[in-house]
């Protein structure tokens, strides 16, 4: 079940001996797609880096040994092509500093980025981060700077959403990026939360 705010979210557990660890989001990833495409239920992992398990709280190197948390994934389409998974986050692109940018977040975290400090990767929803087009470059690199820390918001060519699904729609055709891995081009992108889709050791 999602989580609400003010619930507790998993509970103490350590990654058994025969349970796969992971380092990285793209990993998960991976893990994720080779079950979607099967039609089987995504098997526990254990995770013990990048973004997603940073924003559980884990992540830390070692074996996780801390909790058992339930996460949602994502399900994405680009343009009308076939569906593909994702854990972590999307960043759809031409440019970093100019042009259309959009980040779908399912995590707090982008590498060194707080991106979306209110994202929480159980709660049924994603975070969608939308630049304005005419978001001039050293206002980017400006708010990049802020965004360190989670203080890049509010900002008046930014907007933040939280939803449980999206569709965003691009002038020109933009580079998608899934969990640190280039998917494609579109300019139509479709995202839809499938809550509770598996859980993680952290």
Request: a neutral charge.
């Given at each position: 079940?999602?989580?609400?705010?003010?619930?507790?979210?998993?509970?103490?557990?350590?990654?058994?001996?025969?349970v796969?660890?992971?380092?990285?989001?793209?990993?998960?990833?991976?893990?994720?797609?080779?079950?979607?495409?099967?039609?089987?239920?995504?098997?526990?992992?254990?995770?013990?880096?990048?973004?997603l398990?940073?924003?559980?709280?884990?992540?830390?190197?070692?074996?996780?040994?801390?909790?058992?948390?339930?996460?949602?994934?994502?399900?994405?389409?680009?343009?009308?092509?076939?569906?593909?998974?994702?854990?972590?986050?999307v960043?759809?692109?031409?440019?970093?500093?100019?042009?259309?940018?959009?980040?779908?977040?399912?995590?707090?975290?982008?590498?060194?980025?707080?991106?979306?400090?209110?994202?929480?990767?159980n709660?049924?929803?994603?975070?969608?981060?939308?630049?304005?087009?005419?978001?001039g470059?050293?206002?980017?690199?400006q708010?990049?700077?802020?965004?360190?820390?989670?203080?890049?918001?509010?900002?008046?060519?930014?907007?933040?959403?939280?939803?449980?699904?999206?569709?965003?729609?691009?002038?020109?055709?933009?580079v998608v990026?899934?969990?640190?891995?280039?998917?494609?081009?579109?300019?139509?992108?479709?995202?839809?939360?499938?809550?509770?889709?598996?859980?993680?050791?952290?």
């Amino acid at each position: 079940m999602t989580v609400h705010k003010g619930e507790p979210w998993g509970h103490p557990a350590v990654c058994p001996d025969d349970v796969r660890v992971v380092t990285k989001d793209r990993e998960i990833r991976e893990w994720i797609v080779w079950h979607r495409t099967r039609s089987q239920p995504i098997r526990d992992l254990g995770v013990a880096g990048g973004d997603l398990a940073r924003s559980c709280g884990g992540g830390g190197g070692g074996r996780p040994c801390s909790a058992l948390v339930t996460v949602d994934a994502m399900r994405l389409s680009l343009d009308d092509g076939e569906p593909t998974w994702g854990a972590a986050h999307v960043v759809a692109r031409r440019e970093w500093l100019r042009g259309e940018l959009a980040m779908v977040m399912n995590a707090q975290f982008y590498g060194a980025y707080d991106i979306a400090p209110r994202s929480h990767p159980n709660d049924g929803k994603v975070d969608v981060l939308r630049v304005d087009a005419e978001m001039g470059w050293r206002e980017r690199l400006q708010a990049r700077q802020r965004a360190r820390t989670g203080s890049h918001l509010p900002h008046g060519h930014l907007t933040m959403r939280s939803v449980g699904d999206c569709e965003l729609q691009f002038d020109q055709p933009v580079v998608v990026w899934i969990d640190g891995v280039r998917q494609g081009t579109a300019r139509r992108l479709q995202v839809v939360v499938e809550p509770d889709a598996y859980a993680i050791y952290v």
